[in-house]
């Protein structure tokens, strides 16, 4: 079985100050990771993906997350925040052995940039 | 990029009617589309995978004639709600994955707005 934690409910960053937004997983095989971003009663938007090769990966809106097998971390990360990355962060994992298979979702974190 | 459109985007009804969610990719074809639910401050629960031409796969826990999926075609799955009742009230999220080697790539599901229902 595969399972996320997101150990934080809330972030709380001020505007133009670094965040992190933590993440960590379990699964059998290779682990496909994701980040996804909610805005209020809207679905999810893609934000960045880890699926092999460089362990710092790239995403939208300036956001970066990077992948450490050794601590089954998978962190999001971005060097200055903005008030309109406020929104619901939901880390994903998917066991890269195949199938069909939803992702599963960690519970989620709030982040709130403050101005 | 690719997108996935659900339709109705919120509805209301009366306890013990049914009420159908569509998903559709708009730009792609998606071989597999997946329904979730997920309660207020809650993260989403996958409920079923919707596979096109053949029956949905149910979690868990999820009971299969409460909750009706179709995916008849690959560009559209349908998710019906029979019978609802007040605790069915929620909001209901689809995502799609494009066949391999689309241009919305293998591994990334595009999500559509949710539907939310409320059930009176």
């Known amino acids: 079985a595969q399972s996320v934690a997101q150990p934080e409910d809330q972030v709380n960053v001020a505007e133009g100050n670094p965040l992190t937004v933590k993440c960590t997983y379990s699964?059998?095989?290779?682990?496909?990771l994701f980040w996804y971003v909610q805005y209020p009663n809207r679905g999810l938007q893609f934000l960045l993906k880890?699926?092999?090769?460089?362990?710092l990966v790239k995403g939208s809106y300036g956001f970066e997350a990077e992948f450490n097998k050794s601590q089954t971390s998978f962190h999001l990360k971005k060097p200055s925040a903005l008030v309109s990355d406020s929104a619901l962060y939901f880390c994903?994992?998917?066991?890269?052995?195949?199938?069909?298979?939803?992702?599963?979702f960690g519970k989620g974190t709030h982040l709130i940039i403050q101005p | 990029g690719a997108v996935v459109s659900q339709h109705p985007s919120w509805v209301i009804c009366k306890s013990g009617t049914s009420v159908k969610i569509e998903c559709r990719s708009l730009?792609?074809?998606?071989?597999?589309m997946f329904w979730y639910r997920q309660f207020p401050k809650q993260s989403l629960m996958l409920m079923a995978t919707?596979?096109?031409?053949?029956?949905?796969?149910?979690e868990q826990g999820v009971e299969k004639d409460k909750f009706l999926i179709n995916h008849a075609s690959l560009t559209l799955s349908t998710l019906t709600v029979t019978s609802a009742h007040p605790e069915d009230s929620s909001f209901y999220i689809c995502?799609?994955?494009?066949?391999?080697?689309?241009?919305?790539?293998?591994?990334?599901?595009?999500f559509g707005a949710g539907s939310r229902l409320t059930v009176l």
């Open positions: 994903a994992v998917r066991d890269g052995r195949g199938g069909a298979d939803g992702l599963t």
């Open positions: 699964v059998s095989g290779n682990p496909y």
């Open positions: 880890y699926i092999t090769g460089d362990n």
């Open positions: 919707s596979n096109e031409g053949s029956k949905a796969t149910y």
């Open positions: 730009d792609f074809q998606a071989t597999t």
């Open positions: 995502s799609a994955r494009a066949l391999a080697g689309g241009s919305s790539g293998a591994n990334v599901l595009t």
